[in-house]
T-cell receptor
Framework: DAKTTQPTSMDCAEGRAANLPCNHSTISGNEYVYWYRQIHSQGPQYIIHGLKNNETNEMASLIITEDRKSSTLILPHATLRDTAVYYCIVRVGVGNDYKLSFGAGTTVTVRA | NAGVTQTPKFRVLKTGQSMTLLCAQDMNHEYMYWYRQDPGMGLRLIHYSVGEGTTAKGEVPDGYNVSRLKKQNFLLGLESAAPSQTSVYFC???????????FGAGSRLTVL
């Protein structure tokens, strides 16, 4: 199973872009990278996922390196409500039968 | 459309007592999951189900049992609670092929 490595914590300023790195050097060719976040003690919330191309949605952008060994989640204009724990996850399993394993994540604090 | 509902939200047990956590979803999802989250840590998969009448073990299944008698409900049981099972329990569900897990708000269990 591919494992991920994330910084324990990071701060960013409100209104600025937040760049969250993730290493997944043992990822296999057909394994997706997912990002979820958990605000306070709520249930995790899906943000974005990708395989090898960069992806963007209304919440964030995902940049995956060409060798797929690392990725960066970008929150373009961080707000105080983006303060949360962010999880980088490599999806294990193929087709419909996959599972997500959540590591410790990165605690992101957005400061005014 | 309530999404994923977990009951109870809080519970205190004594060592050796039994209890059942209920997860109910109204989205007609096939796949359902139970996770536990200990303080400062990520989520660990306990058991999961790929459809009515089926269950499978996750990373940390010992001390727990599950049942999926109805598609919309996934029950997590503790037959003889131990202090090590003090945790926040999250239920999640998804459709086959879907990339998004929908999580419940969590159930906080304390075993004394």
């Amino acid at each position: 199973d591919a494992k991920t490595t994330q910084p324990t914590s990071m701060d960013c300023a409100e209104g600025r872009a937040a760049n969250l790195p993730c290493n997944h050097s043992t990822i296999s060719g057909n394994e997706y990278v997912y990002w979820y976040r958990q605000i306070h003690s709520q249930g995790p919330q899906y943000i974005i996922h990708g395989l090898k191309n960069n992806e963007t949605n209304e919440m964030a952008s995902l940049i995956i390196t060409e060798d797929r060994k690392s990725s960066t989640l970008i929150l373009p204009h961080a707000t105080l409500r983006d303060t949360a724990v962010y999880y980088c996850i490599v999806r294990v399993g193929v087709g419909n039968d996959y599972k997500l394993s959540f590591g410790a994540g990165t605690t992101v604090t957005v400061r005014a | 459309n309530a999404g994923v509902t977990q009951t109870p939200k809080f519970r205190v047990l004594k060592t050796g007592q039994s209890m059942t956590l209920l997860c109910a979803q109204d989205m007609n999802h096939e796949y359902m999951y139970w996770y536990r989250q200990d303080p400062g840590m990520g989520l660990r998969l306990i058991h999961y189900s790929v459809g009515e009448g089926t269950t499978a073990k996750g990373e940390v299944p010992d001390g727990y049992n599950v049942s999926r008698l109805k598609k919309q409900n996934f029950l997590l049981g503790l037959e003889s609670a131990a202090p090590s099972q003090t945790s926040v329990y999250f239920c999640a569900s998804r459709l086959p092929g879907a990339n998004v897990l929908t999580f419940g708000a969590g159930s906080r269990l304390t075993v004394l």
